[in-house]
């Protein structure tokens, strides 16, 4: 019976290299699918890391349009009152300017002259 157990022992171990043995076997020579799997994993992870530092890049440029545009918003501010001062009424802005000095504005801004026909049109229809 102790001869039995030795040979169950020495199969058992002889088993155990022989799957070890595979193992490292196949470790050692991979497959034509999987050495060009890594290959593959191995080219994405690379670009990856250059769209991430792409990413980035694109984000610092990004960050920088907006701090130029930041400083401008003192002279947009001044342009759009310049806009506003430009698009008034000139006649208000006349009376505005005439009331600021303490005087009253001109009577004759604004006014036109009567044409001749329509004073004749007046006198005639005042006739009948």
């Known amino acids: 019976m102790a001869s039995h157990q030795r040979s169950a022992s020495a199969a058992t171990t002889a088993t155990a290299t022989a799957a070890a043995g595979r193992s490292r076997s196949s470790a050692r020579e ?5 050495q060009q799997r890594e290959e593959l994993i191995g080219e994405i992870a690379l670009s990856f890391e250059h769209v991430l530092a792409n990413i980035n890049k ?3 440029s990004l960050e920088a349009v907006i701090a130029v545009g930041n400083e401008f918003s003192s002279v947009e501010a ?3 009152t310049f806009e506003t ?12 300017a005439a ?5 009253k504005p ?3 801004e604004g006014e036109t002259e009567v044409d001749g026909d ?11």
Do not use: C, H, I
């Open 85 to 96: 001062v430009m698009a008034k009424d000139p006649e208000a802005g006349a009376e505005d």
């Open 58 to 60: 694109l984000n610092r």
């Open 78 to 80: 001044l342009w759009s």
């Open 106 to 108: 001109d009577e004759t």
């Open 99 to 103: 009331a600021a000095a303490g005087g």
């Open 30 to 34: 991979k497959s034509y699918f999987e």
């Open 118 to 128: 329509q004073s004749r049109n007046d006198e005639s229809a005042a006739e009948p």
